[in-house]
């Protein structure tokens, strides 16, 4: 794993309830041949199971009511429509959704996937889950804590634009893949918060934004 993050570490940033996981019975017993162990034993699958990812950003997919599994890609998607997609990507699982893309986890390469079924285009988002799960807590913390203060309104907004940059260039250092340009869903989503657009009313940034 990249990054190092603890359950303890997210709740005591969230709070316990704001804290969402997938259970172990979610996940496929295995994708292929080429991967016999079961998906819920990946490191991946571990990570979302035992420390979650905080909702609001980033959401989880909820796990069919009858199965009690995840939808696979191609449960979700026209798999063949995707060019470059991995020859076994129709058995991954797909965990969540961000933006207008459904994010499926590789469990043989452990990396976290992105399908776009507006553009059918297919990324590699992400080189693990603990990169996801540090993107979407780093941008919630930002969302939840930043406040315009009694700055002139532009320099709120520089302020804003400075600490979106500042995750892009960290989370970079580590993993390149989410900011890897202007068109990834992770890129549109900090452009969309620089811009002021993804606060919520009961935040200190939406109170006053909103009023």
Known sequence: MLFDITRGELAGLFG???LATLPATAFPPAVAAAFPP???ATEGARLLRDVGVPTGTLLLRTPDED???LP??????HVEDFEGAAQDAGAWPVIGWLLNAHLALDPGSGGVHAFDPDERTVRRLHTDVSSLVQVALRFQR???AFTFGDDEEEAG???LERAVGRIRTETSDIDPLPFQDDETVWSVVG????????????SPGGRALHG
């Open 38 to 40: 079961a998906v819920a």
């Open 16 to 18: 316990e309830e704001r």
């Open 191 to 202: 452009d969309e918060i620089a811009a002021g657009q993804r606060f919520t009313g009961d």
């Open 157 to 159: 907004f520089e302020r």
């Open 67 to 69: 199965t009690g599994r």
């Open 72 to 77: 696979l890609v191609q449960d979700t998607v």
């Open 142 to 144: 930002l969302l939840d």
